[in-house]
């Protein structure tokens, strides 16, 4: 229930003003105060830089407890989803807001399965790119470009075209994401198998060979098909928040996916998972664990524990528990040495009982071992911020399609506290 149930309006008292606020509340979490009217009576904004103490729109798809480490898709906790649900019925009970029946998945499950491929064009697109190009640049612009093939099923006010944008993009961005890759390795493109599952097809794209064929080892689809799962939602995170922005303009879903994309890259959100290996590697051995910790508190270095602290999360990030348990899994079961892993254990060992941590309640998140899994299913580290790109593709699109249906739907457009020069005239030549 929401946290203070009793709480209904709130007074303010502003520029000699008093104000009368409504108080609005969800089925969990905080009560949040209307301000709509807030300019109108006392001529204030409010300000809030990252926006940590605002609720920028409604949603239904899922919640977080930054305290209690809760974190739910469509009130289903993230522990019952890992143990006993897949990714694409996580994607379908993001999207439809209900698990789906058994005939709906198979449905579900048919329509993406015959949206995998990509128009051939895409191939000369992608090979315009250098062969260093970082993937997650060939990923925005692809996905960005994805309107131009699908130009006259853009009608955003038909709710099947919506529905078929969402599902195209769930369908292909494993493709495209594979593409990326093996133009990265100067290798063939491989062409989605229809008789392959969601996550065993990706990596058959990914890694597949023209000289012979794939052998799967059953665990690392189970692998990544969890971290898929864990990856792909969180409430209103910065690169959902930018496909909620993007789409509030009335740009197609392609744009806004592309949009979500570029804001995933950035190192303090979605690149942390890539930031983390290359900390790890950087630190090298566990005897450099304590001057990585000592250099993260020292404020003048600039540098930061990659995968450690979450604006919401004050506590440990739920997903990290779970992939934490996973990571001793899976590289026992694919036989990996990864001296890495030795690294991270030392390291979140020392973080946790250092003070600087403990105080500012700087746990291990989402990022902090997901790279180490990765990197054991062979995967290099500058794809790893564009696997949680496939993932979160299924969050962003529900989100989207959730937005294009909210009531209350506008364009987004924040104010600001102006610091410039007060007005002046231009000087008489
Ligand atoms: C994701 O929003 C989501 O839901 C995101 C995500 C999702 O699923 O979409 O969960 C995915 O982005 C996870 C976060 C991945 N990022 C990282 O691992 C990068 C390292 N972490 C930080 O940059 C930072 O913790 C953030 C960006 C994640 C959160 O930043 P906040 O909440 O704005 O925290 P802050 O910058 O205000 O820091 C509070 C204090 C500061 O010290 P003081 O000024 O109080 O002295 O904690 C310190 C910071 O210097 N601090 C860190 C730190 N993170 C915060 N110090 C060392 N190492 C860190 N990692």
């Known amino acids: 229930m929401s946290q203070n149930p009793s709480l209904d309006q709130v007074t303010l008292s502003a520029a000699g003003k008093t104000v009368e606020l409504p108080v609005q509340h969800g089925t969990l979490g905080n009560p949040c105060i209307d301000i709509a009217r807030l300019p109108k009576e006392t001529g204030c904004f409010t300000y ?87 993937p997650m640049s060939m990923l925005v612009g692809m996905l960005g470009s994805m309107a131009s093939f699908y130009h006259n099923t853009l009608d955003l006010e038909d709710p099947e075209q919506r529905r078929m944008a969402a599902i195209r993009l769930i369908a292909k961005v494993p493709t ?19 008789n392959l599952e969601y996550v065993e097809r990706f990596l058959h794209m990914m890694f597949e ?25 969180h409430e209103q995170n910065a690169s959902t928040s930018t496909v909620r922005l993007v789409g509030s303009t009335g740009a197609n879903p392609y744009a806004c996916v592309a949009a979500g994309v570029a804001a995933l890259w950035g190192p303090a959100h979605g690149g ?19 001057s990585a910790v000592d250099r993260a508190k020292d404020k003048e270095s600039g540098f930061r524990l990659m995968g450690f602290g979450h604006r919401v999360y004050k ?51 989402v990022d902090f071992y997901s790279g180490i899994i990765y990197k054991a299913l062979g995967i290099p580290t500058e794809m790893f911020t564009v696997m949680f790109a496939i993932a979160r593709t299924a969050g962003w ?11 209350e739907f506008r364009i987004g457009r924040p104010r600001q506290i102006y610091t410039g020069a007060a007005a002046r005239d231009y000087p008489a030549k």
Request: with cysteine; charged share 25%.
């Open 176 to 194: 495209i994401a594979a593409a990326c890759y093996r133009h990265s390795i100067g290798w063939p493109l491989r062409y989605p198998r229809n």
């Open 272 to 290: 942390a998972n890539e930031a983390v290996l290359r900390m790890l590697a950087e630190i090298g051995d566990a005897k450099h664990v304590q």
């Open 48 to 134: 809030d830089p990252g926006f940590g103490a605002t609720a920028s729109c409604k949603s239904a798809i899922t919640f977080i407890d930054g305290d209690k480490g809760v974190l739910l898709y469509r009130g289903y906790p993230i522990e019952q989803l890992a143990a006993h649900s897949n990714f694409l019925e996580v994607a379908y009970l993001l999207m439809h807001g209900e698990l789906p029946s058994k005939d709906g998945f198979a449905k579900f499950e048919d329509r993406v399965t015959h949206h995998t491929m990509m128009h051939e064009a895409f191939k000369s697109f992608i090979g315009g790119f250098r062969h260093d190009a970082h």
């Open 315 to 365: 506590n440990f990030d739920p997903r990290a528990t779970i992939i934490r348990e996973m990571t001793h899994k899976v590289l026992d079961e694919l036989g990996v040495d990864d001296p890495m892993l030795e690294v991270a254990m030392r390291l979140e060992e020392a973080a946790l009982k250092d003070e600087y941590f403990v105080q500012r309640k700087l746990y291990p998140n």
């Open 209 to 233: 060979v023209p000289a012979g064929p794939l052998e799967l080892k059953p665990v690392a689809a189970r692998a990544l098909d969890l971290l898929f799962i864990l990856h792909a939602d």
């Open 397 to 407: 699109v529900s989100h989207w399609l959730e937005q294009q249906e909210d009531p």
